[in-house]
C-alpha cells in the first residue's frame, strides 16, 4: 500500500502532507526524504551526534522558510534514530528475536543523542502551532 502523497512534491504541495502517527511516511516524503536520509546515522554515538546534529539543522532551516512539512519530517528522522538506536541496544543486530541481557552502552548513548534532539524539535512552540495550523486546514 502507498501513501497518499507517494510521487508527490510536498513542497510544492503541503496540503497533500498527513502528519500520522510516529515516524510513520518518513520514507515516502519527497523532497525532504531526499534531504535528510543521506544524513540518518546511527553506528555509534560519535555518528548520532553527528547525524542528530545535522538533521535537527535541517529542521531549524525549515523552521526560517515556515515550512512545517520539512520539520515534521526532520523531527520523524530524529525519532527514528532514537528508536533505532534503542532497538540495536536492546537487541543483537537490531533484531527483535535476539534480546541481549545488558543494553549495548554504545548504542545507548546514540539513542539518548537522538532523544534530546527529537525532544527540542517535538516541543518547539513554532513547530506545534504550524502544526496546528496544518491539522486545521488539512486533515
Do not use: C
Request: proline letters at 5%.
Amino acid at each position: 500500500m502507498g501513501y497518499p502523497y507517494d510521487g508527490v512534491d510536498l513542497r510544492e504541495h503541503p496540503e497533500e502532507y498527513r502528519i500520522g502517527r510516529g515516524e510513520q511516511g518518513v520514507f515516502h516524503a519527497e523532497p525532504y526524504k531526499g534531504e535528510l536520509l543521506p544524513l540518518w546515522r546511527f553506528k555509534d554515538e560519535e555518528a548520532a551526534r553527528e547525524s542528530s546534529e545535522a538533521i535537527y539543522q535541517k529542521f531549524l532551516e525549515y523552521r526560517s522558510a515556515g515550512d512545517f512539512v520539512g520539520m515534521d519530517v526532520a523531527r520523524k528522522y530524529l525519532q527514528m534514530g532514537w528508536t533505532r538506536s534503542l532497538r540495536y541496544a536492546k537487541h543483537r543486530g537490531g533484531n527483535k528475536s535476539h534480546p541481549r541481557d545488558t543494553p549495548d552502552p554504545e548504542k545507548s548513548r546514540a539513542a539518548d543523542v537522538f532523544r534530546e534532539k527529537w525532544r527540542a524539535a517535538a516541543e518547539d512552540e513554532e513547530y506545534l502551532s504550524l502544526k496546528e495550523e496544518h491539522r486545521r486546514r488539512n486533515e
